[in-house]
């Protein structure tokens, strides 16, 4: 069965970035406040998703 994601190395930035986020999100008090950085820790995974889903899905290019 295919991968239909590829680990990138900018991928692990955006995901190490989300980890600090839901790190901070669990020593907060301030449920707002913890709210924010969980959405924030999100759009992070979100981002590492789609530029793991690229990594499979980008046409290769050639020198065409």
Do not use: C, G
Request: avoid cysteine; hydrophobic fraction near 35%.
């Amino acid at each position: 069965m295919d991968a239909h994601h590829k680990p990138t190395a900018q991928s692990w930035r955006y995901r190490k970035r989300a980890a600090e986020l839901a790190r901070s999100a669990d020593e907060e008090t301030d449920i707002q406040e913890q709210t924010e950085l969980i959405k924030k820790a999100l759009q992070w995974i979100s981002l590492a998703e789609n530029d793991e889903f690229l990594a499979v899905h980008r046409p290769v290019s050639n020198d065409n």
